[in-house]
């Protein structure tokens, strides 16, 4: 039977099970990784979470649903918390929105994005984000349907807000509610007939 697992990824974990620099001798200390929190066989990271970004990663066994899952053509929506530098204005989010940003290129499609005002509840990052008393600070989500190399982050910072934290929070009909950092669960039935559904398996 096929396993499907939702993880609250930690910063500073890579999505995999090995450290590649480390196996090639690239680098003198192995860096965490998946295997450091999950002992469950023959699962991997359908998508990747960049090493200093946290939150929601999915891991199955499930070839075609995770091909899908990553395939550009089906545009499943990921949710992000991004925490950055600065107080941007909902002015300033008309390129995001517009799909007028150009990163390396190539234009970026349009994207949700909204103040968060409280800002979120999240755990704390270690080690912790470096304040500066000069410089305030501010939580925006950011949904996207497509997923270029470190697209959020380049995003902010050509809108002059560069990120400072970045957590994912949900992937299409799958959200990280109360999941505990560093924790990971098996979905649920209905939570993986809504992600069939969304991926039109």
Not at 62 to 85: F, I
Not at 170 to 192: C, K, M, Q, T, Y
Request: charged fraction near 30%; hydrophobic fraction near 40%; avoid cysteine.
């Amino acid at each position: 039977m096929a396993r499907y697992l939702l993880f609250n990824k930690p910063y500073w974990v890579l999505t995999s099970f090995t450290d590649p620099d480390a196996e090639r001798g690239e680098r003198a200390e192995t860096r965490a990784t998946l295997g450091d929190y999950i002992d469950v066989p023959n699962v991997y990271a359908a998508g990747r979470l960049d090493y200093d970004s946290e939150g929601l990663l999915l891991l199955t066994d499930d070839g075609e649903l995770a091909h899908r899952l990553t395939h550009p053509r089906y545009k499943l929506p990921k949710r992000y918390w991004v925490q950055v530098e600065g107080m941007p204005t909902e002015p300033d989010f008309a390129p995001i929105r517009r799909g007028e940003l150009t990163i390396k290129k190539r234009r970026v499609a349009p994207a949700e994005v909204r103040l968060l005002d409280p800002a979120p509840a999240v755990w704390p990052r270690v080690p912790p984000i470096r304040e500066r008393a000069t410089i305030p600070d501010t939580w925006i989500e950011l949904t996207l349907r497509e997923g270029k190399k470190r697209q959020v982050r380049r995003m902010t910072a050509a809108t002059g807000f560069p990120t400072l934290r970045l957590v994912r929070v949900a992937i299409g009909p799958l959200e990280l509610g109360e999941l505990a950092h560093g924790a990971w669960r098996d979905l649920s039935a209905a939570e993986l007939q809504r992600l069939r559904t969304a991926l039109g398996l």
